[in-house]
């Protein structure tokens, strides 16, 4: 009798134990959650950044399309197939110093296909620091999505402006600021209207009036001054700048000819 009530308390333990084990086990079988492809370009572009920043230059190239990709940029079109692509990165290619995304937007044009662009701040292996626009077509192939138009244009001013408030082109205070980028410059000219400039951060010089005998001046962070209307003047940067500028809409901006003193 003793015999049959360990067995029948085996066989009840085991049961319950299994009954418990059985709902973790379903959970390990139960199947991952797709991605949406808006999250899956995310997690594509988010590695891609990082391939970048580490320097996997046969993972960067195996983002491209094995039919090759459109490459364009600065008023520039290539094909490139994807065997020129990958003997680029694999024995041309320097990673940069830095690199990030910045403000990317997805655009899902099919279930095969999607859009992005947006900006990237990048720092060369000399350190040269510059931001470019960015916008690409995808292809989702069986291996995941591929890069087939890649665009990267430069910004040639060396300066970025964003709008805080008004219109350059309707009557009103126009409100905006300047991010420049060291090394810029912008050659001689002049606006039909007063301008206000604070210095928000970094260093600002400037050349205004008399061109030809004209002294620099420079204007740390925190600085405010006025450049009248209609005179001449010649601006630069040695150092990453945030300016807030001021000014009466409409107006217009008159450059000078190729002769006039000091343009660039």
Known sequence: MKKILVVLFLSCSTVFTHAQSSPNQDQKMQKP???TPEAELKEFYDAYGEDMRQGRREAIANRYDPRGYYRLGNGAKFLVTFEDSKKRYLTRWTAPKSFEWKDLTIEILSPAS???????????ATGDKATFSYSAILNKQPGGWRIRVEDESFNMLGYTTTTISGDRNTPGLYKYSLTAQPGSAVSAHRHTTDMKITVKSGRKFILMGDLDNAKVQRFEAGSTFVIPANTWHVEWWETETLEEIEIPSPTTTVRAI???PRTR
């Open 114 to 124: 999607a859009s992005v662009v947006g900006l990237f701040d990048y720092q060369g």
């Open 258 to 260: 190729p002769s006039s």
């Open 33 to 35: 959650v797709a991605l």
